[in-house]
């Protein structure tokens, strides 16, 4: 049962439903949203917690809250009285869950009289990738003739070590509230870390919130965000920068391209992680305390979806618009590769200034990995 869960829901009312469980070894506690499918109505949020781990749960839910319609802000009883004086908000929940083999159930009731059933299919999260990849780019070479031949800026680009679908550090975890780590984790940060950075960030600043997620997301801590590029060859390094023993099943390394231009014409950004429906957002955080990001031409993705691909792959079916490529190149073009790209100036101690950052890159010149 733990995990994010993405379905509909119909009843007296429909819509989209989401539950972020995570897991707590001898019970799952997390929140549950059901967005209605009139987006003038506001959603509702509870908190749930389960008494244990067992397939089938029977709760009741009394913490709820509403959110305001096409926002991200959570509005009051009293401000919903006045707003929306003829509809009727519940104040308790009966909850009914269910886990099978190929889905999770919610069945509900509420002391309105209310009642709804959700059916959440299984997140492909963990799932081999099944993006297609650009036929024609197989190696080095190819590749870096394809990366020249795209318009300037169009397309960002992330490298990754293994041929895995895109998902955040936050939700490779076996975390999945983001409530919960928005008002707990990033807080307990700020707190920890202050006295390591000149600068005190006020998280209660969106974009000083969002120059300290990207602090620690360049610096190791899970977040929601994905570090992405301008540069092609960027990408390259971070797909080909780790040295680690590879199987007969992991000898390529991938480089997705996203059309970014096509994606905020296309899409609306969402500026929070929470009370938000599903979304996959761009944005360029201020670079407080990050001397990293200008010199790997970074920018961030921010998501409250675990299964990235996925929730694109629904895009681009709802446009007519393909987004999101992928490209896998052999990981024994690395030698080669990391040459190539130390003479464009592209190195470890380019794109991490500092003591690592010179010590990665001396250890990549005279300790060359065994291939």
Known sequence: MKGQWIGRFEGTNSGLAILDLDDEGTFYRGHAFAFDDNPDLPAIVA???????????????????????????????????????????????????????????????????????AKFPRCRSADESDLKLIDDVQDWKSFRDYALSLPHRQFIFRGQGMCKRLRSSFHRSRRKDLIRYITEDVPEAVRALSSRTRHLFNITDPGQNAAFLNLLQHHGYPTPLLDWTYSPFVAA??????????????????????????????????????????????????????????????????????DIESYIREKEIASGQTYLFAVDLPFAERRKVMEELSAMGITAGSL???????????????????E
């Open 237 to 306: 390094f971070f797909a080909y920068r780790y040295r680690r023993n590879r199987g007969p099943d992991n000898n390529n390394v991938r480089i997705f391209a996203f059309d970014r231009q096509a994606w905020i014409r296309d899409w609306n950004p969402v500026q929070s992680i929470t009370f938000a429906r599903p979304h996959f957002s761009l944005l360029e955080a201020l670079s407080i305390e990050n001397q990293r990001a200008i010199p790997q031409q970074a920018l961030l993705s921010a998501t409250n979806v675990d």
């Open 47 to 117: 908190a749930v917690v389960t008494p244990n781990t067992q397939p089938i749960q029977e709760l009741e839910i009394t913490d709820l809250a509403a959110i305001r319609p096409r926002t991200t802000q959570l509005i009051t009883r009293e401000q919903l009285a006045v707003e929306f004086p003829n509809i009727a908000y519940p104040k308790k929940l009966a909850l009914r869950l269910k886990l099978t083999a190929k889905e999770l159930e919610a069945r509900w009731s509420s002391d309105l009289g209310t009642e709804g059933v």
């Open 352 to 370: 991490f200034p500092g003591l690592d950052g010179a010590c990665e890159e001396l250890r990549g010149r005279f300790f060359h990995p065994v």
